[in-house]
């Protein structure tokens, strides 16, 4: 039997399964906490890997591995391969101000988000890659100018597995690539002009600093550290989370993803590169060849958690007291804003309850208030994905939160559609380990692997809900 392993490392956590690399099945799993925050030590990241190893029944018997990772996270690397600086990851929003300096400089109103959208696919916000170096570079000069090379998460992660200290050595993959802000996916192709004018340097130093190869979706990119016994482990390219994620699905042309894990998204698969200057779809591309535009909220998962956490109760309770309201929590809704927001474009923002009154200010209207409020900020960006002509046949709902029954049935009243919950389980971790079994039979497309049992939900469309949330979602306090 030959045993590949896929890798989530995610934002709260590494998780990884070892799965049979014929048939897809299940053999073993792991998993390791991350630590808190927005600004992280990637030494941490390896060390909860080396945990979920472990946890994991190790690698020892593994043929190859992937790693699928949280995107655009900012690991600095200096000419030793050292790490400069903890790393910023997607939900730090302290390069906000970059982001709007960095469209100012390709023109006013409209034409500096049209730029963007054409020069990389998506308009910068304060999670992409380039508006932290920005940031770096005004603020840590000192740090700025040690960069040898800059690596995201998961290709720092593989790189790390490989033993290598040489910078040369770092690889990646599309769609990882794709959400850096200075990679057009169209062409193929990194932006060195773009990396030059986010650090306020020339281009020939730009062209010095090291940028992981790019590697196909299939193709081998190292093999493991041999000195910890790795030596015969082939190693994927691995890709950013969500793209790992619409792999593990199995997704093509029509098929849509929401994730609600920490972040919440929105991913559809495109076979052709999509271009959005309003800036509230990300033209990404996808782990198989094709695109993977995306929405992306910076609050999933941890609105509800949240929620449970103020109403004194877990997640069973919170879905409980929601499923205990009705539609519409009797007027009250929440703009779901608590880290500040990506889409819409809010990274200031806190959030905010709107309606309370004597009826709706209880435990069930309050935790349906908060289920119906984070699903209408998904719901938003599945508007804007099928405005841009992106097909949507069917959705399916990943993620931690996807759990939930309160979400499981409220959500289709929501999208106004079916929804499909593939059982739970880890789809970023399976969609790396359908990757390594791929760069094992160097087939043309990925193996077939058993697809995951679906469950079907339905309600009656509740349009009033998002109608009201409309008029609502710009009604919050700045973070002060
Ligand atoms: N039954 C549940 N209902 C709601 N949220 C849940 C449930 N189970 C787990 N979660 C939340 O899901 C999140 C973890 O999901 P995951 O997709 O692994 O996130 P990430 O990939 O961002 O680390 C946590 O915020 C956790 O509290
Ligand atoms: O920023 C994005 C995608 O653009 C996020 O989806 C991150 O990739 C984090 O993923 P999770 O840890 O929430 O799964």
Not at 59 to 77: E, F, I, P, S, Y
Not at 191 to 198: F, V
Not at 299 to 322: F, K, P, Q, Y
Request: hydrophobic fraction near 40%; charge should be negative.
């Amino acid at each position: 039997m030959t045993l590949v392993a896929g890798i989530d490392s995610s934002t709260q956590s590494c998780k990884i399964v070892i799965r049979e690399a014929e048939t897809g099945a299940l053999v073993r799993s792991g998993s390791a906490k991350h630590p808190e925050g927005t600004e992280v030590n990637p030494q941490a990241w390896w060390d909860a890997f080396l945990q979920a190893v472990e946890a994991a029944g190790g690698l020892n018997d593994v043929a190859a591995a992937a790693v699928g990772g949280q995107q655009h996270g900012l690991v600095a690397l200096d000419a030793e391969g050292e790490v400069i600086r903890d790393a910023l990851l997607w939900n730090d929003t302290r390069s906000a101000a970059a982001a709007e300096q960095l469209i100012l400089e390709y023109g006013e109103a409209e034409q500096g988000p049209a730029a963007w959208s054409r020069m990389v696919g998506s308009v910068p916000v304060a999670s992409l890659t380039v508006t932290k170096l920005r940031w770096l570079a005004d603020a840590e000069p000192q740090n700025a100018r040690r960069i040898a090379a800059v690596a995201l998460p998961h290709d720092w992660l593989t790189w790390k597995i490989s033993g290598s200290t040489d910078i040369r050595d770092l690889a990646t993959d599309r769609s990882e690539v794709s959400g850096t802000g200075y990679f057009d996916p169209a062409l193929g192709q990194y932006r060195y002009e773009l990396l030059a004018q986010a650090l306020r340097i020339s281009q020939d130093q730009a062209e010095r600093i090291v940028l992981p190869e790019v590697a196909e979706p299939s193709e081998q990119v190292g093999t493991g550290d041999a000195s910890r016994g790795w030596g015969e482990l082939v190693l994927g390219p691995g890709a950013g989370d969500n793209a790992a994620a619409s792999l593990g699905l199995g997704m093509s042309t029509g098929d849509v993803s929401i994730s609600i894990g920490t972040s919440g998204v929105v991913a559809a698969v495109s076979p052709k590169p999509i271009q959005d200057p309003t800036g509230v779809i990300a033209g990404f591309s996808s782990a198989t060849g094709e695109y993977l535009p995306l929405a992306v909220t910076l609050n999933g998962s941890r609105v509800l958690d949240g929620a449970a956490r103020m109403l004194g109760t877990d997640h069973a309770g919170l879905a409980e007291l929601a499923l205990a309201s009705e539609p519409g929590a009797n007027g009250l809704g929440l703009v779901p804003y608590l880290e500040g927001e990506r889409t819409p474009n809010f990274p200031h923002a806190t959030g905010s309850f709107v309606g309370l009154s004597l009826t709706s200010m209880n435990p069930q209207d309050v935790a349906r208030a908060s289920v119906e409020g984070l699903l209408c900020g998904l719901a938003d960006g599945l508007e804007a994905m099928t405005a841009l002509g992106v097909p949507v046949n069917s959705i399916q709902l990943i993620g931690g939160a996807a759990k939930s029954p309160a979400v499981q049935q409220i959500a289709p009243a929501i999208f106004e559609r079916e929804i499909l919950v593939p059982e739970p389980g880890e789809y970023v971790a399976d969609g790396a380990a359908r990757q390594a079994a791929w760069v094992l039979t160097g087939t043309p497309t990925p193996p077939d692997w058993t697809a995951s049992l679906v469950q079907t939900f339905t309600a009656e469309p509740a349009r009033f809900i998002r109608e009201r949330y409309a008029e609502r979602r710009h009604l919050f306090a700045e973070r002060s």
